[in-house]
């Protein structure tokens, strides 16, 4: 199946920092990506969906100008947790969408672990 | 999307068939069942799908009933390395613009 990466695996920083996430889908093109949040034992939350191109779409409840995406290639989006605080501590997961004939399969990367002291 | 109930957690002897049960009881006509899965601390793994039939690739066996209202993910012979948490997923047909939910899901652990 395709590919999708993520980077760093694991960040640690400081409350008041801003950290940027990347995701890559590694052999395709993938015009829509998703990120998803997971805290400690619950399921995946869908935080947003990024077109390429175009400006990202929250989910209600997300602070769109905390959590800044950019998905400015067909084989990259970023997240940026701006100003981040403990509270932001998660599992952060992303998706692309690879287009197979006639359907739409979507991929995970392998994840990053978000620490704020 | 329809909302799927998956019992909380399970557990299968190695070597074993492992049978995980889904309802959907709520599916329409254009909504296809999707199963995942999630190792600890990793991204979730795309295992299997069906709109009416049943299906059979390389990691499992998808059973749908005839209704439609319930499907079974099957395991055939459990490893270890299958323990994770397996999530059911109905999504509409519309796949350019449609979102994956997760549920809860069902843990499985396989048992040596």
């Known amino acids: 199946g395709a590919v999708v990466s993520q980077h760093p695996s694991r960040v640690i920083c400081k409350s008041g920092t801003s950290v940027k996430i990347e995701c890559r889908s590694l052999?395709?093109?993938?015009?829509?990506m998703f990120w998803y949040r997971q805290f400690p034992k619950q399921s995946l939350m869908l935080m947003a969906t990024?077109?390429?191109?175009?400006?990202?779409?929250?989910e209600q409840g997300v602070e769109k100008d905390k959590f800044l995406i950019n998905h400015a290639s067909l084989t990259l989006s970023t997240l940026t947790v701006t100003s981040a605080h403990p509270e932001d501590s998660s599992f952060y997961i992303c998706?692309?969408?690879?287009?197979?004939?006639?359907?739409?399969?979507?991929?995970f990367g392998p994840g990053t672990r978000l620490t704020v002291t | 999307d329809a909302k799927t109930t998956q019992p909380p957690s399970m557990d299968c002897a190695e070597g074993r068939a492992a049978n995980l049960p889904c309802n959907h009881s709520?599916?329409?006509?254009?909504?296809?069942v999707y199963w995942y899965r999630q190792i600890h601390s990793q991204g979730p793994q795309y295992i299997i799908h069906?709109?009416?039939n049943n299906e059979t690739n390389e990691m499992a066996s998808l059973i749908i009933t005839e209704d439609r209202k319930s499907s079974t993910l099957i395991l055939p012979h459990a490893t270890l390395r299958d323990t994770a948490v397996y999530y059911c997923?109905?999504?509409?047909?519309?796949?350019?613009?449609?979102?994956?939910?997760f549920g809860t899901g069902t843990r499985l652990t396989i048992i040596p």
């Open positions: 998706s692309a969408r690879e287009p197979l004939a006639g359907a739409y399969e979507q991929y």
């Open positions: 052999d395709f093109q993938a015009t829509t």
């Open positions: 990024s077109n390429e191109g175009s400006k990202a779409t929250y």
């Open positions: 709520t599916i329409s006509g254009n909504e296809y």
């Open positions: 069906g709109l009416k």
């Open positions: 997923i109905v999504r509409g047909g519309n796949f350019g613009n449609e979102k994956l939910t």
